[in-house]
């Protein structure tokens, strides 16, 4: 039971770190690193500190001992000068007394000696672990430095990465349905396309069929029609008619008639002549249209 609690933990664990880490702002996550770095700069510039304070101490250690080495080794001298003298004067008290003293001191010279020697081996460790912590600091300086100018260079990075990022969404809404109400560009494309062809299609299909063949057929006779009335009206007024009018009216009459005469013949009015014979009577330039035509319409 224990051990299904702890997968289940671990589980859930990473579980949220992924979450987490998807949803996570790169931006804030560079600002907490270096932060991050900048304490642990700060930590190591505290313990290269303390390695350094310490080679300083051990050095001060090694500096006492040896001026007090020094000191013992004159008062041993002048202890074994003073007895010398003693024992040229014959005082055998001064003598035994200088004697112990110069003894004392030699057993206190021996005694800082080994005291020097060992501060000199922890100074000279010492001092290696402050070049050291020296060096460390130096290249996590020079390294926080590169990360602090680099910086920049990743948030520029990361505003062009949002704005690909976009620029691709906006791309892909172009080809890909936002949802199931809003269509995307190709399908309103498809639609109008599929729309304009099936209607150009049936516009093709009612052009072949009878009706529009019969207003071709009205189309063409009301031209004959209005070429003959202006004709007509030509006539009356004594003008010439116009440089292919005759040809326009043949081919027109030849055509209407090919389909249907009567049409084209009520439209001349009660007139029994057809329009070749009017365009075959009609006065000369300069005559007079009474003397044409005698039945003059009224307003003529």
């Known amino acids: 039971m224990f051990k299904a609690m702890k997968k289940w933990w671990r589980y859930w664990g990473a579980k949220l770190n992924r979450r987490f880490e998807e949803k996570a702002d790169p931006a804030v996550q560079l600002e907490q690193a270096i932060a991050e770095a900048q304490d642990q700069h700060r930590q190591l510039r505290e313990q290269a500190a303390n390695v350094i304070a310490n080679q300083k101490q051990l050095e001060m250690r090694l500096n006492r001992s040896l001026e007090e080495y020094e000191r ?31 003894e004392t001191f030699a057993t206190q010279m021996i005694t800082l000696e ?32 590169k990360k602090l100018a680099e910086r920049q260079k990743l948030l520029s990075q990361l505003d062009q990465a949002k704005m690909q990022e976009q620029m691709n969404t906006a791309m892909a809404s172009l080809s890909e349905s936002v949802d199931t109400e809003t269509p995307s560009f190709d399908q309103v494309r498809d639609k109008i396309e ?3 062809a099936k209607a150009k299609s049936m516009t093709e299909l009612t052009g072949q069929g009878v009706e529009a063949r019969m207003l071709e057929i009205e189309h063409a006779s009301r031209n ?13 007024l004594g003008l010439a008619p116009a440089e292919g009018t005759d040809a326009a009216l043949g081919t027109g009459a030849g055509e209407a008639a090919a389909v249907d005469a009567t049409p084209a013949a009520g439209a001349l009015g009660s007139s029994s002549e057809t329009p070749d014979e009017q365009a075959t009577t009609a006065p000369a330039a300069g005559e007079p249209a009474a003397a044409t035509r005698p039945e003059a319409t009224p307003g003529s």
Do not use: P, W
């Open 114 to 145: 080994g005291n020097i020697e060992e501060t000199k081996a922890l100074v000279l460790a010492a001092t290696q672990a402050a070049e050291q912590a020296k060096t460390a600091v130096s290249q996590n300086s020079s390294a926080l430095q």
């Open 72 to 102: 013992t080794s004159s008062n041993a001298r002048q202890a074994l000068l003073m007895a010398e003298e003693a024992q040229r004067n014959g005082d055998e008290a001064k003598l035994a007394d200088y004697t112990h003293a110069a």
């Open 224 to 236: 004959v029609e209005a070429q003959a009335r202006l004709s007509e009206l030509r006539s009356q």
């Open 194 to 196: 599929t729309r304009y």
